[in-house]
C-alpha cells in the first residue's frame, strides 16, 4: 500500500518568514495531493491540493509543488502569520484500486509574532 | 446546510462497554471515512465505504465495525470498548474517493 512521509514534524518560524513542509510517496500510481490544515481543537479543512498533471500550484500565500519522478510535494507559505500556526497534514490517493487515502502524520507550524 | 455532523461530541465510556458513534452528512457523497487521531500519530483510517452498500478496512480496524445501509449515514460501533480506544475520533465524506475529504467535527472519546 501507499506510505507517506511528512517532515519536519515540528516547524518554528518568525511572523513574515516563509515556511515549507514536504512529504514523500511511495506509490507511483498516486495523483491526487491535497494538504488540510487543523488548528488547535478544530476539524481538518483543505487548503489546497494538486493533480499529477501539473506540477505546481498557488493560491494566495501558499503553493504547493509536485515532482512526480522524486515522488514528493510541498506546501510553501510565504509571509507567514500568526494563524497559520496549526498542524498541516499531507494527502497521497490515486483513481482505481482502494482508492484508501494515506495521510501524514502531521507538521506542527507555529508562527512567533 | 449542515455539511456532516457527529454525535455525540464527547464521550466517557466504561471499558467493555458498546458504543456507536454517529456521523451523517447532507452533501450526497459517495465516499465515507472514519478516522481515529492521536497525539503524534496523524489520521488514522479506521473503515471506509466508497459507496453505500460496501465498506473496507483501513489501516486500524480491529475493535471497530461499520455499516453503510444509505448514503448519508456511517455510524462507527465499538463492540466492546478497551482504554487503548481513547482518541478522537473523526467522520469525513467526499464526492468520490480521490477527491477532497469533508471532516465532521470529531467525537472525543475517553475509555477507562
Not at chain 1, 9 to 15: D, G, I, K
Not at chain 1, 58 to 87: C, G, M, W, Y
Not at chain 2, 3 to 21: C, E, F, N, W
Not at chain 2, 49 to 59: D, I, L
Request: net charge neutral; aromatic share 10%; charged share 20%.
Amino acid at each position: 500500500g501507499e506510505n507517506v512521509e511528512q517532515h519536519p514534524s515540528t516547524l518554528s518560524v518568525q511572523e513574515g518568514d516563509s515556511a515549507v513542509i514536504k512529504c514523500t510517496y511511495s506509490d507511483s500510481a498516486s495523483n491526487y495531493f491535497p494538504w488540510y490544515k487543523q488548528e488547535l481543537g478544530k476539524r481538518p479543512q483543505l487548503i489546497i491540493d494538486i493533480r499529477s498533471n501539473v506540477g505546481e500550484k498557488k493560491d494566495q500565500r501558499i503553493a504547493v509543488t509536485l515532482n512526480k519522478t522524486a515522488k514528493h510535494f510541498s506546501l510553501h507559505i510565504t509571509e507567514t502569520q500568526p494563524e497559520d500556526s496549526a498542524v498541516y497534514f499531507c494527502a497521497a490517493s490515486r483513481t482505481g484500486g482502494s482508492y484508501i487515502p494515506t495521510f501524514g502524520r502531521g507538521t506542527s507550524l507555529i508562527v512567533h509574532p | 446546510i449542515a455539511g456532516i455532523t457527529q454525535a455525540p461530541t464527547s464521550q466517557i465510556l466504561a471499558a467493555g462497554r458498546r458504543m456507536t458513534l454517529r456521523c451523517t452528512q447532507d452533501m450526497r457523497h459517495n465516499a465515507m471515512y472514519w478516522y481515529r487521531q492521536d497525539l503524534g500519530l496523524g489520521l488514522r483510517l479506521i473503515h471506509y465505504s466508497n459507496t453505500a452498500g460496501t465498506t473496507g478496512k483501513g489501516e486500524v480496524p480491529d475493535g471497530y465495525s461499520v455499516s453503510r445501509a444509505n448514503t448519508d449515514d456511517f455510524p462507527l460501533t465499538l463492540a466492546s470498548a478497551v482504554p487503548s480506544q481513547t482518541s478522537v475520533y473523526f467522520c469525513a465524506s467526499s464526492d468520490f474517493p480521490y477527491n477532497e475529504q469533508f471532516f465532521g467535527p470529531g467525537t472525543r472519546l475517553t475509555v477507562l
